[in-house]
């Protein structure tokens, strides 16, 4: 069953997604990279403002009391482990598709309000989003339609395996997201709470960006 309680955390991912498929629609169409850099901005900004008009849905999202700082320290050096893994598991064979990536230059200038804007949006915006859509929404709602019944400690091993492999393929380095999505799977399970994953994932999207602008690497946004 489909109630408003699962599209509070299907439609920010949603339109996500369909900002991606148009970004490709139009590129497909004749469409240059460089025209579509403004994209990322709009699809940020509509993500966020669902975010913040769904929020009070989001039971998850509440701070969790009495956590220790070992589950923040934890989730921190999970993050940067994704983070190694990510950069260092682009063989052919762990790749699928082409990657358009990013690149915020202009005639060899670097544009700092598009990749203040990239680093915003992914250390900020995409770990609450889909952290509330793969974790907190589809491993639980796998186990029952009841998603918010679920103990996350308790998700079964099916929830699990189909949620990670699913992850992997909705990013090109396929392997690199099924590693990360087994790691946010366990630090939900383990941790009991949503901002475990979530401050992982936007340590290894944060460490990645940067990296990114220092070294060049553009395909890898």
């Known amino acids: 069953m489909f109630d408003r309680v699962n ?5 920010p991912f949603g339109a996500y997604v369909f900002f991606m498929l148009l ?3 139009l590129l497909k169409f004749g469409w240059e990279a460089n025209d579509l850099r ?6 940020i900004t509509v993500v966020a403002g669902l975010l913040w008009a769904m929020r009070s849905a989001y039971s998850e999202l509440r701070w969790p009391v009495g956590a220790s700082f070992r589950t923040w320290t934890v989730a921190i050096v999970a993050g940067i482990v994704v983070f190694v893994a990510w950069i260092n598991l682009t ?3 762990m ?3 082409e990657p358009v990536g990013f690149d915020p230059r202009e005639q060899d200038e670097i544009d700092w309000f598009l990749v203040a804007v990239r680093l915003m949006g992914a250390a900020l915006i995409v ?5 509330l859509f793969w974790r907190s929404f589809l491993m639980r709602w796998i186990d029952h339609p009841n998603f918010l019944t679920v103990n996350p400690a308790h998700v079964g091993l099916k929830a699990f395996c189909i949620t990670a492999v699913l992850f ?4 090109s380095l396929w392997l690199a997201g099924l590693f990360a999505g087994i790691i946010y799977n366990l630090l939900y ?6 901002w475990s994953p979530i401050l992982a994932h936007a340590t290894t999207n944060a460490i990645l960006g940067i990296w990114i602008v220092s070294t060049g690497n553009w395909g890898f946004w």
Do not use: C, F, N, Q
């Not at 403004?38 to 699809?43: N, Q, T």
């Not at 399970?189 to 949503?194: A, D, E, P, V």
């Open 127 to 131: 770990p609450v989003m889909e952290e």
């Open 95 to 97: 790749v699928m598709g």
């Open 38 to 43: 403004l994209l990322y901005a709009v699809k």
């Open 23 to 25: 970004e490709d629609m």
């Open 189 to 194: 399970m383990r941790s009991g709470t949503l």
């Open 91 to 93: 063989a052919d064979w």
């Open 168 to 171: 992997a393929l909705a990013h």
């Open 7 to 11: 599209l509070y955390r299907i439609a």
